[in-house]
């Protein structure tokens, strides 16, 4: 009797850590559903997300900036429980917001190399990933700006009319003091109609 009291205890134990398992180790969302922890539901997520200090966020809002002298394109990228808000418009209800700078619209699959100048010129073939955190949002980066690393390369795929890119994990720089970072561990980027 004593040896099966023990083999349940042992039993009973394995399934409790078995089943509290921290699966942090990989930043990358591995699902698109995620629970919030405001209602603790399942909501379908965007496809597009990056991942900041072992953070998840999902895009909310992409669009083209106007520029006069290079190619802008802007993302809002907003958390589990801001993406569940009701009548989230992607711009007010987000946490950060990622600029892709490069000297013109790529029409074609390209490779380029990222840099630190987010002011790009005509005939340069660079990209650079610029993020704002946004104010009011309670984030302990809000208000600063990060920039993307010289030296990594944007992979950017361009099929059938949309854009798709895995963005490697880098880090970001601090624009008013490049002794701060932050470890963007893991993104994917998708538009449809490019």
């Not at 005509?122 to 700006?145: M, Q, R, V």
């Not at 099929?159 to 970001?172: C, K, R, Y």
Request: charged fraction near 20%.
């Amino acid at each position: 009797m004593k040896k099966l009291i023990a083999l349940m205890l042992a039993l009973s134990t394995v399934a409790v850590f078995s089943c509290n398992k921290d699966d942090d180790d990989d930043p990358t969302p591995t699902s698109n559903n995620n629970n919030n922890s405001n209602n603790n539901n399942t909501v379908e997520r965007p496809a597009s997300y990056i991942v900041i200090e072992g953070d998840s966020f999902f895009a909310t809002m992409n669009r083209q900036n106007p520029a006069q002298n290079a190619f802008r394109y802007q993302f809002n990228f907003s958390s589990v429980d801001q993406l569940d808000q009701t009548n989230n418009d992607g711009q007010t209800e987000s946490t950060i917001g990622m600029v892709l700078t490069m000297a013109e619209k790529p029409s074609s699959s390209i490779q380029a190399p990222l840099t630190t100048n987010r002011f790009i010129k005509a005939g340069e073939d660079s990209a650079n990933l610029y993020f704002s955190f946004f104010i009011n949002t309670g984030h302990p980066e809000e208000g600063k700006n990060y920039l993307s690393p010289r030296g990594d390369v944007l992979d950017v795929v361009i099929s059938n009319g949309d854009l798709t890119t895995d963005l490697p994990a880098m880090t970001l720089i601090d624009e008013g003091d490049n002794s701060r970072t932050l470890d963007l561990s893991a993104g994917h980027l998708e538009v449809s109609g490019w």
